[in-house]
């Protein structure tokens, strides 16, 4: 078996991974940092995120204001330490960025500019036109181009850990190219996966984003932490799941019900104004937005398509000049993938599955509970997202705490001595079972595509937008059939080329344990908070649940949770308020 | 630095990559093509022009007689089909130039990008008007 | 479910083909599938085996290259129904001038060594502390190389290229425009490092415009046109150089 030796090793290409890789080097760049990625790190998800990414820089703003926005708009579950140390770093990362060539969109005096963003009380979500993740992740890609301590390994996928003596030692990894499977050992390892919205059917998410990292470190006893808050982002084009940016509420798009009635204004959310208001109305949180979707279905007032439901995204009213200059992007995803001009036309939208706030346990260093191990990005919980993340917090996340991971991993691996021979025989088991279990396996009465399909009702009907005691029961249940089905699963390809149906089988496993991390989660906290929303218990429940979920991985499969505490600093727990009420400063977003 | 004129890289391990042939008919695929094509095929007779400068230069240099000679050759039927083509292909260089023009030369006025259209005119505005000059010199001589 | 369209679809196994074959599939034609959707549908209900590379299914994560009928598209931006009318069965092959891998997949290893030859970053002669803030730049500024930096490296560009078909040394579009991005960027201080690369033959010489590479491009980064700037740059410079051999640097 081949093996290779590197001290730092990232699972993972997207902004997390790429900006740890790039603190290892700056750390030490005698330390050998190796990128693994499932898929070329340019392609990677972070490449589709379009609204921006909040950082305090203006006059007037403060990091006290974005941390209260954050820690609200989490429902006070944020830790609120974490949420200090993220808004300070925030802004000093971005303009790391700058440094190093993203374009930002600048004002006319050639600085920054900035737009405001739901849930955000000030203008301070930096933007590179309506592409921003797009060009974050370039401009990092082309960057580590110039640390030659940074190896890559382009399309290998990863499927487990090695762990001895208590101590994460490296990956299994499998190169798509050739088949060839193999240990890459490390001293630390950060994973940097990303999300696992396709655990859902419906989803802004690419189809790379399946859960592998949550997944793997569950495995390794890692527990994962508030994996029952999955955001649903209110506007996606129904079929492709395609995001319309909040952007383009901010720019001053409503949101109507086949009426023609901005319905927002009957759930709490504020007063029309036909200015946009910071943190009313279109602008509110995304949960509640989403919310408000699922009632107005109830009232029977949303239009019917074959995609189901939908209200409208009404842009007409900003005219040519304004989208064509402020959201082209929006107007292309329209134009491209439904045929629909947002000019002329209204958007259909539903909710879609979009983020997920839970994630690996990590302290505010990366660092999970399992030695040498260490999360950052959408993958890890640190947590400052707590029960619902505000849109362009997640960016700076992944290079605030992608760059602390990166540093503090780096700074742990030159303590660590070499990888244990143990570690071997581990790899020659794992690349046996894959070959067992998938490369070598004929007969099994499962098809790959139908487990998915199931698990993927099983979730939406289960765990969506509204849950309670009985449609997560049945989703727990379901899910458990499923993994038993899983094993009688066959592939028609047995190639060691590329073969992308090996790693569909792969991925497919993993979302199954995420899948069921986030209904066990789900079923334990019986209270409503934030994107969590039980029917049988409407109401936040301080007393009980202001803490995290943390879920376990059993030997045998089974799974045990176990609160944790919330840190709270400076923010007691207060009522989330949107709209009029909210003391907010009437100022208009532009 | 000579990093890139090492001919293309790919990865060890895999067992076999299919590489297409390309048809020794691929330039008539597409006219884009075949316009490449013909530029390379070009520079032939731009070396001859360059040759034909070349014996005029020489037979300047050695006199009227020797002139008169060049001349006569120049009419030889075969030479003017020859020069005719090659004027053909330099026309066609100068258009092609021409309307590369407004790509190569993204000319800015008052922080906006001059259309395209005005660069490709303003080119061939001097192209006639630099004619004109010429063809009023050759008649009045 | 009345409507199909019938694909053709390139299949090739490097373990047991001797050579590449095509294969024909039916598949539901619906206004809103792309050629992507329809190449999942296979993927899920027909046959397993069928391999190609795609993520984003939004045009920007840049996996999805295919030739489609002949030309170099992103197939998850080109609707079938844009061929329902067409003659014959739809045509699907990999890239055209890389190596295939299998099937759709091809191999471009060669275009991620080429693209980080020319230095795709920001080079300064001294950075500025972060705590002194951004490095000013006017929207005119940034709107000088913005087009350039507009490119999801799909290497279209490259299947569009018979000069990259004939002699795969040649940078190619993306990686020059890449370049020349970051040349034209106000913050950058790297063109003469830069200029080593592009201005050798298999750089920007390579190239005698054919003008493809721009046209395929799904995000309109026109590569040609910044290889031509480029030349023209180059020989200013080179003749600044040739005038003044000492002060041009
Ligand atoms: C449509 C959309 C729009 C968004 N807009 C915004 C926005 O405007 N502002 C904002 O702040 N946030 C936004 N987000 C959220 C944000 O983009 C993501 O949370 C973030 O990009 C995640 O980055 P990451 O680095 O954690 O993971 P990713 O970018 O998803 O990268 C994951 C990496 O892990 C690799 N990987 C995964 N599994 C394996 C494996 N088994 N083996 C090897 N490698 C593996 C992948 O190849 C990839 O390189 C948006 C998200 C979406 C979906
Ligand atoms: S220049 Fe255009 S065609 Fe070429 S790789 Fe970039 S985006 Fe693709
Ligand atoms: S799938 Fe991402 S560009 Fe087509």
């Not at chain 1, 798009?253 to 009635?261: A, P, Q, R, T, V």
């Not at chain 1, 709270?568 to 400063?585: D, L, N």
Request: proline share 5%; aromatic share 10%.
């Amino acid at each position: 078996m081949d093996i290779s030796y590197h001290d730092v090793l990232l699972v993972g290409g997207g902004g997390a991974g790429l900006r740890a890789a790039i603190a290892v080097a700056e750390t030490n760049p005698n330390l050998s940092a190796a990128v693994v990625s499932k898929v070329y790190p340019m392609r990677s998800h972070t490449v589709s995120a379009e609204g921006g990414a909040a950082g305090v820089i203006r006059p007037g703003d403060t990091l006290d204001d974005h941390a209260y926005d954050t820690i609200s708009g989490g429902d006070w579950l944020c830790d609120q330490d974490a949420v200090e140390i993220f808004v300070k770093e925030a802004p000093e990362e971005l303009l790391r960025l700058e440094h190093w060539g993203c374009p930002w969109s600048r004002d006319s005096d050639g600085r920054v500019a900035v737009r405001a963003f739901g849930g955000m009380k000030n203008m301070r979500t930096w933007f590179a036109a309506d592409k921003t993740g797009f060009h974050l992740l370039h401009t990092l890609f082309q960057t580590t181009f110039k640390y030659k301590s940074v190896t890559r390994y382009d399309e290998w996928f990863v499927t487990r850990l090695l762990v001895d003596e208590g101590r994460v030692q490296g990956v299994v990894a499998l190169q798509l190219m050739s088949g060839r499977i193999q240990a890459i050992t490390a001293k630390s390892v950060i994973l940097c996966t990303g999300g696992c919205g396709r655990v859902f059917p419906f989803t802004t998410n690419a189809s790379i984003k399946t859960g592998d990292g949550m997944a793997l470190a569950f495995q390794a006893g890692v527990p994962l932490k508030d994996m029952e808050f999955v955001q649903y982002h209110p506007t996606g084009l129904p079929f492709t799941g395609i995001l319309i940016t909040e952007a383009a509420r901010s720019e001053g798009g409503y949101l109507i019900n086949k009426d023609g009635y901005r319905y927002l204004q009957d759930y709490n959310l504020g007063t029309p104004t036909p200015q946009p208001v910071l943190r009313n109305m279109e602008l509110g949180p995304r949960d509640r937005l989403s919310q408000a979707f699922v009632k107005e279905v109830e009232k029977g007032r949303t239009t019917d398509t074959p995609y189901g439901p939908v209200v409208h995204l009404d842009l007409r009213r900003l005219g040519e000049k304004v989208i064509n200059t402020r959201l082209p992007f929006v107007r292309e995803l329209c134009l491209k993938y439904e045929n629909i001009d947002p000019i002329k036309e209204l958007i259909p939208v539903r909710p879609v599955i979009h983020y997920m706030m839970g994630g690996v346990h990590t302290d505010n260093d990366g660092a999970t509970p399992l030695a040498g191990l260490y999360a950052a990005g959408e993958v890890a919980c640190v947590s400052i997202n707590g029960a619902n993340r505000l849109g362009s917090n997640s960016l700076p996340e992944l290079l605030v705490f992608g760059a602390r991971a990166g540093k503090a991993a780096a700074l742990a691996a030159m303590e660590q001595k070499p990888p244990s021979e143990r570690v071997v025989s581990q790899a020659l088991d794992e690349k046996l079972r894959l070959e067992q279990q998938f490369l070598r396996k004929t007969g099994g009465r499962e098809r790959i595509a139908t487990i998915r399909s199931e698990m993927h009702k099983a979730m939406e009907n289960g765990a969506g937008i509204y849950r309670n005691q009985t449609s997560l029961q049945k989703a727990a249940d379901k899910l458990r059939e499923l993994r038993e089905r899983f094993r009688e699963v066959s592939l028609d390809d047995h190639s060691l080329t590329f073969n992308t149906e090996l790693l569909a089988a792969l991925e497919q496993s993993f979302m199954l344990d995420v899948g069921s991390a986030i209904v066990e989660s789900a079923l334990h906290r019986v209270e409503s908070r934030g994107a969590h929303q039980r029917t049988d218990f409407p109401a936040r429940d301080d007393r009980n649940f202001l803490a995290h979920t943390l879920i376990f991985n059993n030997s045998d499969g089974s799974t045990r949770v176990k609160p944790a505490p919330v840190v709270i600093t400076r923010w007691p727990p207060a009522e989330r308020v949107y709209g009029v009420q909210s003391e907010v400063k009437q100022t208009a977003a532009r | 630095m000579t990093e890139t004129r090492q001919p293309a890289r790919y990865t060890e391990y895999h067992p076999r990559w299919y590489r297409s042939r390309v048809s020794t008919w691929w330039w008539l695929a597409q006219w884009p093509y075949l316009k490449f094509i013909l530029r390379e095929i070009s520079s032939v007779f731009v070396a001859w022009f360059v040759v034909v400068l070349l014996l005029q230069i020489r037979a300047l240099s050695r006199g009227s007689e020797a002139y008169a000679a060049f001349e006569r050759w120049l009419q030889n039927p075969l030479i003017v089909l020859l020069n005719m083509i090659t004027l053909f292909f330099v026309v066609f260089h100068a258009v092609t130039w021409f309307n590369v023009a407004p790509r190569a030369m993204a000319i800015r006025f008052r922080g906006k990008r001059v259309p395209d259209f005005w660069i490709v005119g303003a080119n061939y505005a001097a192209w006639a008007a630099v004619s004109l000059v010429l063809a009023w010199f050759l008649v009045r001589s | 479910m009345a409507e199909t369209i019938s694909l053709e679809v390139f299949r090739y196994s490097p373990e047991r083909d001797a050579e590449p074959s095509f294969q024909r599939y039916d598949v539901p034609l619906r206004k809103d599938w792309v050629v992507l959707d329809a190449l999942n549908y296979i993927k899920d209900k027909v046959d397993g085996s069928l391999t190609f590379r795609w993520s984003c299914r939004m045009g920007i994560c840049g996996s999805c290259g295919m030739m489609v009928n002949g030309e170099p598209k992103l197939t998850c931006a080109t609707f079938l129904s844009n061929y329902a009318r067409e003659q014959g069965p739809l045509r699907v092959q990999p890239l055209r001038y890389f190596p295939v891998i299998r099937d759709l997949v091809v191999e471009i290893t060669d275009f991620m060594t080429k693209l980080q030859s020319v230095k795709p970053w920001l080079i300064r002669g001294k950075e500025k502390p972060i705590s002194e803030g951004e490095y000013l730049q006017t929207p005119e500024q940034l709107d000088r190389y913005k087009q350039f930096s507009m490119c999801i490296n799909c290497v279209l560009c490259y299947s569009a290229c018979p000069v990259y078909g004939l002699d795969p040394v040649f940078i190619g579009p993306a990686a020059i425009a890449l370049a020349q991005r970051y040349n034209m960027d106000s913050r950058d201080e790297g063109a003469h490092e830069r200029m080593d690369i592009l201005a050798q033959h298999e750089g920007i010489w390579g190239c005698t415009f054919v003008g493809e590479c721009t046209k395929v491009c799904p995000k309109h980064v026109d590569p040609a046109g910044a290889i031509q700037q480029y030349k023209l740059t180059a020989t200013i410079e080179r003749f600044k150089s040739f005038l003044m051999p000492r002060g041009a640097k």
